[in-house]
């Protein structure tokens, strides 16, 4: 014991320096199980959206806005329970990662004894991360395994989820658009078709095809009939004056009368108080007419409208896109061993200068 | 004669230690609040009025109905700059007025800054204490969410201002200078210390900067421990335990430092 110098005798420093710097030494050199990190990138587009208040406008040219809200979305989705459970069920992950291929600390459940899935979840969170870059919105997936295959196949199987929910997500925004358009087709539909039902009973039962343009030839008739009329009643008058008892008057009165009689009768066709004249019938026909010609229009614009929705669907699709596919690691990148037995080393000192310090001060009070 | 184990010398040491730094304690108690005027009753008084006032003024912007609790955000801001703030600044000065009991073996000057390191973590722990109590009592601030983690980052916190108290402190008595510059820096590390936003509110590259300065962590830890999950809140108790680690050590050398050049005037 002599011949050792007095730091290490010292027992502070054994125990501050030396014992974890050992430990640290046994476990990372010895035990501690190589990690494989499988690596993947990918982005999540949408086609440009229209800013739509000034603020957003303000903040987009600051470069404060947070662009791409949809990469979030696919980030929480591969960090989820429900990302956890499908991979159990399709690949077993919590058995994979409990297999003695992993040192006792690093494997699941670890010194823990509960080994649920909930406990499982946390253990998840530590070897699967989503990493986003706030400028350029590209994310990065890493995901840690003991093993490079298993690595690889867990990083492939959580993009292809995540590409599956951005395809659902889309699938479902187009389909809410296009339903809704539809919809409106459909109603649109049904009342034009109502509408010319409507008008065709009328004219079948009215016995009538467009009392606006019927009513012109017997307008014409009555012009006619006027004017042969007040003919008849200049010769009588002529007639009257010149030769009061010639034949032809008699014949021409009542050639009058039957004349004014004819006007009325087709005036009142025309229009009268009687049901059947063309002017009753025509604020009835106008009313259907102009319902039919609006629940035309109203067809028009749903089904513009609904191309125009399957176009936006279109156009508003996101995209996963993989900028890298999952890595083959060829070789364990973790733990950094000669890294963290420095760390722990580097980090006993400071703990061995503190106590020590600590310690002086102390002593230096004395009776 | 038998001999003393080392165990037993520290032991005794200690306990004599723990009875200078006691009656430095009282003596401490005594200046810094005095008989005259509400004396102890000033380390209430203080943020009480500030958080009022605070209050007061958001209510008059008609801003009181944001999603935080204003009157547990802005006191739980205010409790933790008061810790490290009364506890840094307090130790700027701690050797001069004292100069007189250094004649005393026993009295090093380490003991100086521990009395009064000790005084202010507990004036400004009691003081958030009773004022919480207070408020909650009022209904003006909700029940905390998480204690354990308020302890947390209130430990933390204490911590890393007893590192900058012993660093600041015997820099100061070094040169004097350092206790000037230190009051101007205060002022200008008020803002950035975390007390009065959240890491969320800001830009994306602003939270990793903001994230270096380890009373940031403190109150965010702090306000989650309030809150929950009202708020999003970023913190890694790990680097703040490393800082405070790291700053320790020369804190404690530069005491050591300044009780060797003392003793040698």
């Known amino acids: 014991m002599k011949t050792l110098p007095k730091w290490i005798r010292d027992r502070l420093f054994l125990f501050s320096v030396v014992i974890p710097t050992a430990l640290a030494f046994l476990y990372y050199g010895f035990i501690a199980a190589d990690v494989y990190i499988s690596e993947s990138r990918f982005v999540v587009r949408s086609p440009e959206r229209q800013t739509t208040s000034p603020l957003g406008l303000i903040l987009k040219g600051a470069g404060i806005s947070r662009a791409q809200d949809d990469a979030f979305v696919v980030q929480d989705y591969i960090l989820s329970r429900d990302a956890m459970l499908t991979l159990e069920k399709e690949l077993g992950i919590k058995s994979a990662y409990s297999r003695p291929n992993g040192d006792f600390l690093g494997r699941f459940p670890g010194l823990d004894w509960d080994d649920s899935l909930e406990n499982f979840y946390r253990y998840y969170q530590k070897v699967v991360a989503v990493q986003l870059d706030p400028s350029s919105s590209i994310a990065t997936l890493t995901v840690r395994a003991f093993t490079a295959e298993e690595a690889q196949k867990i990083n492939q199987r959580l993009l292809d989820h995540a590409e599956e929910l951005v395809n659902r997500l889309n699938k479902r925004a187009q389909e809410d658009m296009i339903r809704f358009a539809e919809n409106e087709v459909a109603k649109a539909e049904a009342k034009a078709r109502q509408a010319a039902l409507a008008l065709a009973d009328y004219r079948n039962r009215e016995n009538v095809i467009n009392p606006e343009q019927q009513a012109v030839i017997p307008l014409q008739q009555i012009a006619k009939l006027q004017e042969e009329l007040i003919n008849t009643q200049t010769q009588i008058a002529q007639l009257e004056q010149l030769a009061r008892n010639n034949p032809q008057l008699p014949v021409l009165r009542k050639q009058a009368e039957m004349l004014k009689a004819e006007i009325e009768r087709v005036s009142a066709n025309i229009a009268g108080a009687v049901d059947k004249s063309l002017a009753s019938k025509s604020a009835e026909f106008q009313r259907l007419a102009l319902e039919k010609e609006f629940a035309d229009k109203m067809l028009a614009s749903a089904m513009s409208s609904l191309e125009l929705a399957r176009n936006e669907a279109q156009r508003q699709q996101l995209y996963l896109e993989h900028i890298s596919a999952p890595s083959f690691p060829d070789a364990a990148m973790e733990p950094r061993r000669v890294r963290n037995i420095l760390a722990v080393f580097l980090m006993g000192l400071v703990m061995w200068g503190v106590l020590s310090l600590t310690v002086a001060a102390v002593k230096e009070h004395v009776d | ?265």
């Not at chain 2, 008609?62 to 955000?73: D, E, Q, T």
């Not at chain 2, 009991?101 to 973590?121: A, C, F, G, P, Q």
């Open chain 2, 1 to 265: 004669m038998s001999a003393v184990l080392p165990e037993q010398k520290l032991v005794r040491s200690l306990r004599i230690q723990a009875r200078v730094i006691g009656a430095l304690l009282m003596r401490e108690i005594i200046t810094r609040y005095g008989r005259h005027n509400i004396g102890f009753l000033w380390l209430f008084v203080e943020p009480m009025m500030f958080t009022l006032g605070v209050l007061a003024l958001w209510t008059a912007l008609g801003l009181h109905k944001v999603v935080l609790p204003i009157v547990a955000f802005t006191l739980s801001g205010y409790a933790s700059v008061l810790l490290w703030r009364n506890t840094i600044n307090r130790c700027g000065n701690a050797v001069e007025p004292n100069r007189a009991l250094m004649h005393h073996r026993n009295v090093r000057i380490i003991d100086l800054y521990v009395s009064r390191i000790i005084l202010e973590i507990s004036g400004a722990s009691i003081s958030f204490l009773i004022l919480s109590v207070v408020f909650m009592a009022t209904g003006l601030v909700g029940m905390p969410d998480d204690l354990l983690k308020i302890l947390i980052a209130w430990f933390l916190l204490a911590w890393f201002s007893l590192d900058m108290a012993l660093i600041i402190g015997s820099l100061s008595v070094l040169s004097e200078s350092v206790d000037r510059i230190w009051h101007v820096v205060s002022y200008l590390f008020l803002p950035l210390s975390g007390a009065f936003f959240m890491v969320d509110w800001l830009p994306t590259y602003a939270q990793e900067l903001v994230l270096w300065i380890p009373t940031v962590n403190c109150t965010e830890l702090l306000r989650e421990g309030l809150f929950g999950n009202l708020v999003r809140a970023h913190y890694s108790v790990g680097y703040v335990v490393l800082v405070n680690m790291l700053l320790l050590l020369p804190g404690l050398l530069l005491v050591r430092y300044v009780g060797l050049h003392l003793e040698g005037e």
